[in-house]
């Protein structure tokens, strides 16, 4: 047994460590191999190089079409999760703490209900609300917003757990702060943590979306790489392994940002006794 | 541990101090038959209290008393469920916590973690439209009031517990706000600190003339530092009086047995004479005869007397000795006496209890 009591030998850290990196790693090694080869037999470039070829751009148009409404829709997402879901948690916190198992179950609920569910009840809203503001791909935000809704849920309230958010609150209103200025300069420069967590995954959520934008014909990332793939197999693939970079990166942003600011210090003094 | 200690500093003799040299007369605060409800429950019974203008008053009680929730009506923290709140004459029932222009301490620490120290003492400044040069000059004055003016820069988690009331106390005052309002703010620290804060937030109150509402379960912080004091009981107003009157003339048996230590033994009433162990003392108020149990200080009884005891305990309190004594009829007595006394457990004594009038209550 070593010091740690339950951890596992070195050893055994090393296998799970190489078992597990394995089955991530071989199928990304596997298409960024794919990527690199010539039909002709050897390796080449001309994949890669072909994205910026004028003359393939025709076929591309799909997937950069989708990457941009991916974008706006990320941007969106995030922006309902600010806006919509944090100031709702806030308020269930500070307001209604009895609703809190209550609102945890809701917000938890979309992991368990499949896209294709959630696409048959969506899909008469859509219809209204194609009525109302169009049928612009940015509109699946709303989906978005329910989708992201787990993950950003855990995010803030971790960060909400964190801090005195009643004293904090009291306090500020007691010093004349209104409720716009403890929100936005006690609550959120606390809560930064959480709310970028929440941000970050929210982006990498709706980057990797294709069901709900498949079943209600709107052009996203992915679906626009399956559209794609029919003539060009190999831009996909250089795509897949593009966006999984970029969210690999998201993902070591959140990590970064939860570990080593001066904010991760700031948190200890809540629960700090007396001097 | 990066905090320096908690040395008192004392108050700076300046008249550069803008807070100083603004020291006001303070405002008038009234509860006028405050009642609050949560849910079926009441828990304050129509609290009537009239503080004066720059008077610093505990309510002081047990827990679940009232006491926070009358604070926290007074805040604008809690609706009352009937009665009004006066700031300065001026109903303020329906008035938001943020425009009652008070300063609170909490009990939990309270400064905002992002901001450092200055910029926290200046936080209700800035929320009341003083620009950020002016706010941060003031903060600093207030920081130099409780005498943490060196740590301007500091982050609050840089700062030991003692250090972080402090700083909640000046950004409480730096905006000279009508009532100030402590919610037990000494509860958290060590004692030594706790007795030290209790002092500099006395004479900083009495130096600048804030009209002060302090809310504590610890007899002698409010023994020590109030003008009067409120003894709360389930939701009520028991007794308000100097620390003096509570002390020597409590008009209930429960402020009786709340404020300061009491022997609690058994008497006889008969004609406003309570007979106590044989001894005879006078009654406060107006009690029925018969049967009751009398309420003793440790101070009223001496070593040396007709009644015949055996020592159960005896503590050494550093300039005096207190020691429980147990009479040959059963009651339990505590008497305080010279610390050259030393007694020893099981030793037999006598006693004898000071003619000083005193609270009895009827036996049930």
């Known amino acids: ?275 | 541990m990066t905090a320096i200690d908690d040395a008192p500093r004392g108050l700076p003799r300046t008249a550069d101090n803008a807070l100083l040299a603004e020291a006001g007369t303070g405002t008038r605060v009234e509860f006028r038959g405050v009642v609050k409800d949560y849910g079926p429950t009441r828990v304050l019974h129509g609290i009537d209290l009239d503080i004066r203008p720059g008077e610093f008053v505990s309510l002081l009680g047990p827990s679940g008393c009232g006491k926070t929730t009358a604070l926290r009506v007074l805040a604008g923290l809690e609706q009352a469920s009937g009665g009004s709140v006066l700031l300065g004459g001026q109903d303020v029932s329906g008035v938001p916590t943020n425009r009652r222009d008070i300063g609170m301490v909490f009990q939990a620490y309270s400064l905002f973690p992002h901001l450092r120290v200055v910029d926290n003492a200046a936080f209700g400044l800035r929320r009341r439209g003083v620009g950020r040069t002016a706010a941060t000059r003031r903060a600093g004055d207030a920081l130099d009031l409780v005498g943490l003016g060196h740590l301007a820069d500091r982050f609050p988690h840089q700062l030991s517990g003692g250090q972080q009331q402090r700083v909640a106390l000046a950004r409480a005052l730096v905006t000279e706000p009508r009532v100030l309002l402590l919610d037990e703010p000494l509860s958290a620290l060590d004692a030594k600190v706790r007795v030290q804060l209790r002092d500099e937030i006395r004479r900083i109150q009495l130096r600048l003339g804030t009209t002060t509402v302090f809310v504590t379960h610890d007899q002698e912080e409010a023994l020590a530092v109030s003008d009067r004091i409120a003894v709360m009981n389930a939701g009520r107003i028991e007794q308000i009086g100097t620390p003096e009157d509570l002390y020597l003339r409590p008009e209930t048996p429960g402020v009786a047995a709340f404020v300061g230590l009491s022997s609690v033994v058994p008497a006889t009433v008969s004609g406003g004479i309570a007979s106590v162990l044989g001894a005879t003392v006078p009654v406060v108020g107006e009690v029925a005869d018969g049967e009751a149990e009398a309420f003793i200080r440790p101070e009223n009884v001496r070593l040396g007397g007709p009644i015949a005891a055996v020592v159960q305990e005896s503590t050494f309190l550093g300039s005096m000795r207190r020691t429980l004594v147990r009479t040959e009829q059963g009651a339990q007595l505590w008497l305080q006496h010279p610390v050259a006394e030393r007694l020893g457990f099981d030793e037999r004594v006598t006693v004898g209890i000071a003619p000083v009038p005193v609270v009895v209550r009827p036996r049930g």
């Open chain 1, 1 to 275: 047994m070593n010091a740690a009591g339950m951890a596992p030998a070195r050893l055994t850290r090393w296998i799970i460590g190489v078992v597990v990196g394995g089955a991530f790693l071989v199928p990304l090694v596997g298409t960024f191999l794919y990527t690199l080869r010539d039909p002709a037999g050897g390796v080449t470039l001309a994949h890669w190089a072909s994205l910026f070829d004028p003359a393939h751009a025709a076929t591309l148009r799909p997937i950069l079409l989708g990457l941009g409404n991916s974008l706006i829709l990320a941007l969106v997402t995030v922006a309902i999760v600010l806006v919509v879901v944090t100031p709702t948690i806030i308020l269930v916190n500070l307001r209604f703490p009895a609703l809190r198992r209550a609102f945890e179950f809701v917000a938890l609920l979309p992991i368990s209900i499949p896209a294709i569910v959630l696409v048959v009840g969506l899909a008469p809203i859509y219809l209204q609300i194609g009525r109302a503001l169009g049928t612009g791909a940015w509109t699946l935000a709303f989906a978005y917003g329910i989708t992201v809704l787990p993950f950003a849920y855990r995010a803030i309230q971790a960060s909400l757990d964190a801090i005195d958010l009643r004293t904090l609150t009291e306090a500020a209103r007691s010093l004349g702060a209104g409720w716009p200025d403890v929100v936005l300069r006690v609550l959120v420069p606390n809560l930064r943590q959480g709310l970028m967590a929440a941000s970050l995954i929210s982006v990498a959520v709706v980057l990797g979306e294709f069901t709900i934008a498949s079943l209600l014909n709107k052009q996203v990332l992915q679906t626009g790489m399956v559209v794609v793939q029919k003539q060009d197999a190999f831009a996909p693939a250089i795509f897949t392994l593009l966006s999984l970079a970029f969210v690999f990166v998201l993902l070591l942003i959140i990590g970064s940002v939860n570990t080593g600011s001066p904010g991760a210090r700031v948190r200890k003094n809540t629960t700090r006794k007396a001097s």
